[in-house]
C-alpha cells in the first residue's frame, strides 16, 4: 500500500452522525437535483471502465444513474486530492453498489435520512429485511451488501474492505487503510 499516495486527504468535516439534520437533508436534496441533469454515458462509462472489470464495471453499472453519478464525483474528488490507487478508485465507484439490490425511491431516502437524524433507534427498527421496509433495511446494510457484490465481482480486497467500512464512524482494525478509508469519507461526505 504505497503511503505516498495517502499523504494528502482533507480532515473530514464532521463524523456522519454529528452532523446537523438540516446540513444531511440538504445535502440529500442536492444530490437528487444532481441525479437528475444529463449526461453523456458513453464518456462516463469510459471513466469508469479504467479502473473496473468487466463484471464490476456491469455491477456498477446496475446502479441507478443517481448513484453512478455521485460515484463520479466521489472518484473524480479523489483524483483531485492526488489518490491514483486501484482499490480506493473502485471503492469510489462502487461503495454505495449495495444500494442497487432494492428498489430504492426518493421517498425512502428522504425517510431514512429524516429518521436517521431524528433518532437512529428508530432507524434501527424501521430496516427490516421483510415487506415493505426492505428498502430501508438495504439502506441500513448497503455497505456490507455492497462488499459482497465487489468480492464476488473481483474487485480488490482493499476496495471490498473500503466498500464494507465506508459508513462506520470508527474503524480500529487495519490501521493501514484507515487513511484510505477516512479519505472515501471525506469525499463522499461532499459530493
Ligand atoms: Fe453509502
Ligand atoms: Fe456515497
Known sequence: MPGREIDFCPRRRKAHHGRRWWAAVGYRVWQVIQGMWPW????E???AAQWLSPPALS???????????HSL????TLQRWGQTHPALM?????????KSLARIRLWHRAVWVLVQAVNEGWAERLAHPE??????WVLAEH???????????????????LIAHHQDVAVTEHPSRQQWLACLQAADELC
Open 40 to 43: 453523456d454515458t458513453t464518456e
Open 45 to 47: 462509462v469510459r471513466e
Open 59 to 69: 455491477l456498477w453499472q446496475q446502479q441507478p444513474r443517481r448513484d453512478r453519478r
Open 73 to 76: 464525483r466521489v472518484l473524480r
Open 90 to 98: 473502485q471503492a469510489a465507484l462502487l461503495h454505495d453498489v449495495g
Open 131 to 136: 415487506g415493505w421496509r426492505f428498502p430501508f
Open 143 to 161: 455497505p456490507r451488501l455492497g462488499a459482497a457484490l465487489a468480492q464476488q465481482a473481483g474487485c480488490d480486497p482493499d476496495a471490498v474492505w
